[in-house]
């Protein structure tokens, strides 16, 4: 285990409901991340965290929505999504922004 | 334009022998260097990070060699064994100072088959 927990690990939506993905660590981190991965394709970043600031917004439709109420949890809520955003939602956190990160086990979320 | 590139053909060998992995990179400047593995379903694990200013690292059967003029890193897994079979993703951190400071970039990774 990295201490880095993602709930639920799998969901399954249709394209008008509203969800939420959940992200906790309990390394003492101070940034988090959330990222998406499809298959065949690389790790890209989503949001990004540092000290509960977002700093980084990499062009992501505003149908994903970050909250990161403290440096221990973080989530993702999600609302009219598109199937082509079913994929691998992954969450890490480092020690600083930049360093070594530390993933959570995902989300597969599937769309319909 | 900015590129990290693993070889995206699947790397099969036999148990007992190294490994090698290559990490390509074109108009970046990294800081740092990542290496990630992950298995099917899961989430990457840390491996390794190696800084600008250093040529080589260590863990245990695992080096990382990082040639800034090449714009490569190798990884290296020695006595390979079936349980090694993972994807391994290379990352690297841009220097300060570029517009994707603190951003950890990834490539799309390797896979590596360790046969018994």
Known sequence: ?????????????????????????????????????????????????????RVENNSVPSRFSPECPNSSHL?????TLQPEDSALYLCASSLENGGAEFFGPGTRLTVL | SQKIEQNSEALNIQEGKTATLTCNYTNYSPAYLQWYRQDPGRGPVFLLLIRENEKEKRKERLKVTFDTT?????????????ADSATYLCALTPSYGSSNTGKLIFGQGTTLQVKP
Do not use: D
Not at chain 1, 9 to 35: D, I
Not at chain 2, 70 to 82: D, G, M, N, R, Y
């Open chain 1, 1 to 53: 285990e990295t201490g880095v927990t993602q709930t639920p690990r799998h969901l399954v939506m249709g394209m008008t409901n509203k969800k939420s993905l959940k992200c906790e660590q309990h390394l003492g981190h101070n940034a988090m991340y959330w990222y998406k991965q499809s298959a065949k394709k690389p790790l890209e970043l989503m949001f990004v965290y540092s000290l509960e600031e």
């Open chain 1, 75 to 79: 989530f993702l809520h999600l609302h």
């Open chain 2, 70 to 82: 090449l714009k490569q890193s190798l990884f290296h897994i020695t006595a390979s064994q079936p």
